[in-house]
C-alpha cells in the first residue's frame, strides 16, 4: 500500500484510582516494601540556592478539598537547568528535579520543599519566568492534569513570560501565580489549584 | 541553540475526556475551560530519568517482594510482560515503569480498601523496574481478582492492573490500567468506557501470551504500552508566541 502511516497509537490514559499510593507511595498506603520511595527529595543535598516550602490543596468542583490528589512536580535548577541531556546545562551531582507529593488524607493539604528554580528560555522567544510543572493524578481525573506554577515575587519576569502572556484572559493568568509568605523560616508559596469555577486553575494541553 | 523536536501533538479522540458522567467522581473533579495548547519547550521536552540505583532488582517480582521467606501469595501466578514503544514505533529504554493491584480476591493492601475480601499475607501489590535497551519489561505477579465498587450500585472493576510510565519527557508521563483477555466485566465497565475509542480500548487488554509461560509455574500475559512520539525537526520555522 503506497503512503501508508505506520504510526503506533499513544496508549489510553485511566485513572490512577484512590489506591494510587500502594504504587507510587506505598507509605502512605500503610505498608513498607521498597528500600527507598523515589520522589521525596527534590534537589538531593547539594542544590545551590534558595530553598522554599511550597504548600497547597486541589479543590474539586464542590469547593471540597481533594484528600486522596497525587501530584507530580518537574523544575529547573536554580540555574535554570533540568536534569536532563537536552535540559540547558549541568545541575547539581544529586540533582533530579523531581518529586511525588500526595495530600492529607484528612484535609486535602500538600507542601514540599525544594529550592526556587531559575529561569530557562522560551520556545521560540524570550525567557520563561521561574516556574514548577505539575502533573496531576487522582480518582476521578481519567487523564493527568498539567499546569505550572509561577512565583508571587518574581512580578517582572512573569510579566514577560511567555506562557502567561499565552493566555488570552488576562485575569487568569492569575490562577498559576502562588502568594508568598513567611513560615518556619522559609520562604512559602501558596497555590490553590481549582478544577472547576470561576476561579478554575488554567490547564495546559501540552 | 537548535529548538528541540516537539512531542507530537497529544490524540485526544482517543484518550479520555475529564468530564464522563458513567464515572461519577470525574463530575466534581473535571475542569470545564478549555486547555490551553502549549508548543513544548524545554519545561516539556525534558523528564526526570531513573537509574538502577533507585531501585532494587526484586522489586519486579510480585510474588517475593512482599511475601515471607518460603511462602508465596495466594492466586493465579502470571508474568506480565511487554515493551514500552513511542508513536514512531521505537523503544523507550531505561524508562521506570510502576504497577499497583489488588490480590487475587480484588483487596487492595491501603488503608482506604474496606472490601470485605482479606489481605494476602504474602502480597503487597506494588512492583517497579526499568525498561531495557530494546524497552522491554516483565513482572511476575499473582492475577488480580475483580472487585466492586461505588459508582452505579452494582459496578465491578475487570480485573486489572494500573500502571505509570514516565517515558523520555514530562509530557509522555502516563497513568493507565491493563486488563486481561476475555474478561465480560470490560466492556461494562464506567471506567473502561471514559475511553471513547474501541481500538484504544482493545490496546489496553493483555493478550494471553503461550510462547511466553513458564510450563507448569507461571501463565503469561503480553502488555505493550504506546508513548507519544517525538518529531525530528526538519524545517525550522520561527513561530510567534510562545
Ligand atoms: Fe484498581
Not at chain 1, 507510587?24 to 521498597?34: E, K, M, N, T, V
Not at chain 1, 480518582?139 to 488570552?168: H, Q, S
Not at chain 2, 504497577?99 to 499475607?121: E, S
Request: net charge negative; aromatic share 10%; with cysteine.
Amino acid at each position: 500500500m503506497p503512503q501508508e502511516l505506520a504510526y503506533l497509537k499513544e496508549s489510553a490514559s485511566q485513572t490512577a484510582g484512590p489506591y494510587v499510593h500502594i504504587g507510587l507511595a506505598p507509605g502512605a498506603a500503610g505498608f513498607d516494601i521498597y528500600r527507598q520511595e523515589l520522589g521525596h527529595d527534590i534537589t538531593g543535598p547539594n542544590a545551590k540556592g534558595q530553598r522554599i516550602r511550597v504548600e497547597g490543596r486541589v479543590i474539586d468542583g464542590m469547593g471540597a478539598p481533594i484528600k486522596d490528589v497525587l501530584l507530580e512536580v518537574w523544575q529547573a535548577n536554580a540555574e535554570g537547568h533540568y536534569a536532563h541531556p537536552e535540559g540547558g546545562g549541568p545541575v547539581e551531582d544529586g540533582f533530579r528535579g523531581w518529586g511525588r507529593v500526595i495530600s492529607d488524607f484528612d484535609t486535602g493539604e500538600w507542601s514540599f520543599e525544594t529550592v526556587k528554580p531559575g529561569t530557562t528560555r522560551g520556545r521560540n522567544v524570550g525567557t520563561q519566568a521561574p516556574h514548577l510543572n505539575f502533573w496531576i493524578v487522582a480518582r476521578g481525573i481519567n487523564i493527568g492534569l498539567n499546569t505550572r506554577m509561577y512565583f508571587g515575587d518574581e512580578d517582572t519576569a512573569n510579566k514577560a513570560d511567555p506562557v502567561l502572556n499565552l493566555i488570552e484572559w488576562t485575569h487568569r493568568r492569575a490562577t498559576l501565580i502562588a502568594k508568598r509568605s513567611e513560615k518556619g523560616g522559609l520562604p512559602t508559596y501558596r497555590f490553590d489549584i481549582q478544577l472547576q469555577g470561576e476561579n478554575e486553575t488554567v490547564f495546559f494541553d501540552v | 541553540m537548535t529548538r528541540p523536536g516537539e512531542f507530537y501533538q497529544r490524540d485526544r479522540s482517543i484518550q479520555p475526556p475529564a468530564f464522563t458522567p458513567g464515572y461519577k467522581t470525574s463530575v466534581a473533579r473535571s475542569p470545564r475551560y478549555s486547555m490551553i495548547s502549549l508548543q513544548n519547550s524545554v519545561s516539556e521536552i525534558t523528564g526526570p530519568r531513573f537509574g538502577h540505583n533507585d531501585i532494587d532488582a526484586g522489586d519486579n517480582d510480585l510474588l517475593t517482594n512482599y511475601a515471607k521467606a518460603g511462602e508465596s501469595p495466594i492466586g493465579e501466578r502470571i508474568i506480565l510482560h511487554g515493551r514500552v514503544l513511542d508513536e514512531n514505533a521505537r523503544p523507550v529504554p531505561n524508562t521506570l515503569v510502576e504497577i499497583w493491584q489488588a490480590n487475587a480476591g480484588g483487596r487492595y493492601r491501603h488503608k482506604k480498601d474496606t472490601y470485605l475480601a482479606p489481605i494476602d499475607p504474602n502480597f503487597g501489590g506494588c512492583g517497579r523496574t526499568l525498561t531495557d535497551e530494546n524497552g522491554y519489561f516483565f513482572f511476575r505477579t499473582v492475577k488480580p481478582g475483580a472487585y466492586p465498587w461505588r459508582n452505579m450500585v452494582n459496578n465491578w472493576r475487570p480485573a486489572h492492573i494500573h500502571v505509570s510510565v514516565f517515558g523520555l519527557g514530562f509530557v509522555q508521563r502516563l497513568i493507565t490500567q491493563c486488563y486481561f483477555e476475555g474478561d465480560p466485566l470490560i466492556p461494562i465497565c464506567p471506567i473502561v468506557q471514559t475511553i471513547p475509542d474501541a481500538e484504544a480500548i482493545e490496546q489496553l487488554i493483555a493478550k494471553l501470551d503461550l510462547n511466553a509461560t513458564v510450563p507448569l509455574d507461571s501463565i503469561a500475559y503480553k502488555f505493550d504500552i504506546v508513548l507519544r512520539g517525538r518529531r525530528s525537526t526538519l524545517f525550522e520555522n520561527r513561530l510567534e508566541g510562545n
